[in-house]
T-cell receptor
Framework: SQQGEEDPQALSIQEGENATMNCSYK?????LQWYRQNSGRGLVHLILIRSNEREKHSGRLRVTLDTSKKSSSLLITASRAADTASYFCATVPGNQFYFGTGTSLTVIP | GAGVSQSPRYKVAKRGQDVALRCDPI?????LFWYQQALGQGPEFLTYFQNEAQLDKSGLPSDRFFAERPEGSVSTLKIQRTQQEDSAVYLCASSFFQGREETQYFGPGTRLLVL
């Protein structure tokens, strides 16, 4: 079974708007990572946040982590049509990666 | 340099056939992972290698699934007597080392369809 659950399952926004997706998980973690997957392709790493960090930025990405609530959020600012993809959180409690079910993001030009 | 490559990209098999899926990790990467991704789902862990040693195969769904990495580079995932529920995308990923803060580099996947 998968560790994480993303919310919402699908999100459709206009270009230029911000997109927020959430991830909830079940057990304690060492770190949490976000990946992106374009249709028919492999996953690409976006950002990693450690369990002792609360917020991290990378370009137009902002990730938050609340270990007390066992949740994380990914914010994409000023979205572009090229951001259209599925986004997965991966929790790393030990040496394995557990991926969530993903959020499918569509950015309408 | 080259990324992770997988072959074939697509495979159609008749139920009961054996299939072999190949993964070429990034050169020098110690760790190699196999995942199974059903349609509309996230990747599910199958097995993990550190060099040639298979350290974790807890995710393999049955004894019909077998993976090897004999020389610590290329890996093959073999599925014997395929069944329709084996239809999925099989993803391979590698990382430089085995550590909790390592990020994984994924191949494009092999899409397997069992008829």
């Amino acid at each position: 079974s998968q560790q994480g659950e993303e919310d919402p399952q699908a999100l459709s926004i206009q270009e230029g708007e911000n997109a927020t997706m959430n991830c909830s998980y079940k057990t304690s973690i060492n770190n949490l990572q976000w990946y992106r997957q374009n249709s028919g392709r492999g996953l690409v790493h976006l950002i990693l946040i450690r369990s002792n960090e609360r917020e991290k930025h990378s370009g137009r990405l902002r990730v938050t982590l609340d270990t007390s609530k066992k949740s994380s959020s990914l914010l994409i600012t000023a979205s572009r049509a090229a951001d259209t993809a599925s986004y997965f959180c991966a929790t790393v409690p030990g040496n394995q990666f557990y991926f969530g079910t993903g959020t499918s993001l569509t950015v309408i030009p | 340099g080259a990324g992770v490559s997988q072959s074939p990209r697509y495979k159609v098999a008749k139920r009961g056939q054996d299939v072999a899926l190949r993964c070429d990790p990034i050169s020098g990467h110690v760790s190699l992972f196999w995942y199974q991704q059903a349609l509309g789902q996230g990747p599910e862990f199958l097995t993990y290698f550190q060099n040639e040693a298979q350290l974790d195969k807890s995710g393999l769904p049955s004894d019909r699934f077998f993976a090897e990495r004999p020389e610590g580079s290329v890996s093959t995932l073999k599925i014997q007597r395929t069944q329709q529920e084996d239809s999925a995308v099989y993803l391979c990923a590698s990382s430089f080392f085995q550590g909790r803060e390592e990020t994984q580099y994924f191949g494009p996947g092999t899409r397997l369809l069992v008829l």
